[in-house]
C-alpha cells in the first residue's frame, strides 16, 4: 500500500474517531441538560406566593403577545420584562406600588436599586423576588424573571421569553449570571 493511501486511511480513522468523541460528547450534554429540566420540574412551586402562582398559570404560554401587547406593543419584542410586569399587575391588590412596570430590563434594576429594594447576587432570594441576569456579565441587565424557589445551592425561576416560552429554570445560586433580585414588600 503507498504512502498516501496509508495517510488517507489514518485521516479518516482520525475523523471517524473524532466525530464519535463529539458525538458522545453532546449525546452526554443532552442527556445531562434533560436531566436537570427534570430536576426543575420536579422541585415544588412556592405557591403560597400570590405572585409565583400567577407565573406557573402562564407556564407553556408561546410567543408572549398576551404580555407585549398589554404593555402596549403592536408587535413581537423581547417580552420577559412584559411579562413580569404583567404577573405583577395580576396581582395589584397584593403588590400594590411594589415595582413600576418595565418592559427595558436595565429600567427594572434601576427602579430596585433607587427604591431600596434591591437583593446582590449571591444573596438567596425568596419566592416572589424578581430575578435579573446579566448573560455576559457586562454589568447591565438584559433578561429577567420571577423565583419560584430555592432549594440547596440552586435557584429557580419561572421566566418569560426564554426561548420564546414562558419555563421553568433552575441555576447555581453563585452563578455569574445572576446580577441580583429586586424584592417586592
Not at 498516501?4 to 466525530?19: F, G, P, Q
Not at 463529539?22 to 415544588?44: E, H, L, R, W, Y
Not at 438584559?142 to 440552586?154: E, T
Request: with cysteine; hydrophobic share 35%.
Amino acid at each position: 500500500m503507498s504512502s498516501v493511501r496509508k495517510r488517507k486511511k489514518s485521516t479518516a480513522s482520525v475523523s471517524v474517531i473524532l466525530i464519535c468523541i463529539v458525538a458522545a460528547f453532546v449525546a452526554g450534554c443532552v442527556i445531562g441538560m434533560i436531566k436537570f429540566d427534570k430536576f426543575i420540574n420536579s422541585v415544588p412551586l412556592d405557591e403560597n406566593v400570590p405572585l409565583v402562582e400567577t407565573a406557573a398559570d402562564e407556564l407553556g404560554t408561546e410567543y408572549g403577545e398576551k404580555y407585549w401587547s398589554w404593555y402596549g406593543f403592536d408587535s413581537h419584542v423581547d417580552w420577559c420584562a412584559c411579562f413580569v410586569s404583567w404577573c405583577v399587575n395580576e396581582n395589584a391588590d397584593e403588590y400594590k406600588n411594589d415595582m413600576e412596570p418595565f418592559c427595558y430590563v436595565p429600567s427594572g434594576v434601576a427602579w430596585f436599586e433607587s427604591n431600596d429594594q434591591w437583593r446582590k447576587a449571591g444573596e438567596t432570594p425568596e419566592a416572589g423576588d424578581i430575578i435579573f441576569f446579566d448573560w455576559d456579565c457586562s454589568g447591565v441587565a438584559d433578561h429577567v424573571g420571577i423565583v419560584s424557589g430555592c432549594s440547596g445551592d440552586y435557584v429557580f425561576t419561572i421566566e418569560g421569553n426564554s426561548r420564546d416560552q414562558c419555563r421553568r429554570k433552575g441555576y447555581p445560586l453563585d452563578s455569574k449570571s445572576i446580577l441580583g433580585y429586586g424584592v417586592l414588600k
